[in-house]
C-alpha cells in the first residue's frame, strides 16, 4: 500500500485545468534543478530540468521558472489530466553531485 | 535496456541482521546513490559514489555501508538492522552531464 506521501501538502485540480505546483530550494549556490514525478510504488521519474542560467524551460506540456533572487521553482502543467495525479519533487545540484530534495506536493486530479 | 535495477522488492528483518541491497545500472553512468525515503518527507541522500572505487557520505550515512567495485554495481549493506531503518530504499545513477535515473525501489521493514 502508500506508505510514501503521507502528510505532504495537497493540490487539488480539475481535469483540464492548469496546476501550478510550488518549491522553495535552500542552496543559492545550486546551479541544476529537476521536477520528478512519483506515482504510487514507483520510483521518482524526471520530468524536467533547468540550469541556473535560464529562468524558464518548456517541455511538452510542462513548464519550470526559476527565481534566483527568491530561491523559488515551480511547475506549471497545462491542461491537467487524471494521469498527472502523482507526488512531485523538486531537487537542487550544487556542483558535488549531492542532490537535495524538497518535501513534496501531492496533486490530485478531479474528474 | 533496463536502466537501474533493484533487489529485492520487498523484504522483512529482523532486529541485528544484516542484508545488502542490490543496485545495477547498464547505462555506464558514473555517479550512482541510495536514498532512503520515509512517509511525509523527501529522499535523503545516504551514501553516492561518483565512479568506481570512490564512494563518499551523504545526509544520513550511520548504520549503512557502500561500495564500487565496478561501474555498474552499487550495492548497500546494513550491518545490524534497526526499526528505524525500516523505510523504502532508492538507488539512481547519472552521468555527469544527464539528470539521475531512479531504480524501482526497496521496502525494507524491520522488525
Known amino acids: 500500500g502508500e506508505s510514501v506521501g503521507l502528510h505532504l501538502p495537497t493540490l487539488s485540480v480539475q481535469e483540464g485545468d492548469n496546476s501550478i505546483i510550488n518549491c522553495a530550494y535552500s542552496?543559492?549556490?545550486?546551479?541544476?534543478f529537476i521536477w520528478y514525478k512519483q506515482e504510487s510504488g514507483k520510483g521518482p521519474q524526471f520530468i524536467i530540468d533547468i540550469r541556473s542560467n535560464m529562468d524558464k524551460r518548456q517541455g511538452q506540456r510542462v513548464t519550470v521558472l526559476l527565481n534566483k533572487t527568491v530561491k523559488h521553482l515551480s511547475l506549471q502543467i497545462a491542461a491537467t489530466q487524471p494521469g498527472d495525479s502523482a507526488v512531485y519533487f523538486c531537487?537542487?545540484?550544487?556542483?558535488?553531485?549531492?542532490?537535495?530534495f524538497g518535501t513534496g506536493t501531492r496533486l490530485k486530479v478531479l474528474a | 535496456n533496463a536502466g537501474v535495477t533493484q533487489t529485492p522488492k520487498f523484504q522483512v528483518l529482523k532486529t541485528g541482521q544484516s542484508m545488502t541491497l542490490q543496485c545495477a545500472q547498464d547505462m555506464n553512468h558514473e555517479y550512482m546513490s541510495w536514498y532512503r525515503q520515509d512517509p511525509g518527507m523527501g529522499l535523503r541522500l545516504i551514501h553516492y559514489s561518483v565512479g568506481a572505487g570512490i564512494t563518499d557520505q551523504g545526509e544520513v550515512p550511520n548504520g549503512y555501508n557502500v561500495s564500487r567495485s565496478t561501474t555498474e554495481d552499487f550495492p548497500l549493506r546494513l550491518l545490524s538492522a534497526a526499526p528505524s531503518q525500516t523505510s523504502v530504499y532508492f538507488c539512481?545513477?547519472?552521468?555527469?552531464?544527464?539528470?539521475?535515473?531512479f531504480g524501482p525501489g526497496t521496502r525494507l521493514t524491520v522488525l
Open positions: 542552496n543559492s549556490a545550486s546551479d541544476y
Open positions: 531537487a537542487e545540484m550544487g556542483g558535488t553531485y549531492k542532490y537535495i
Open positions: 539512481a545513477s547519472s552521468s555527469y552531464t544527464d539528470t539521475q535515473y
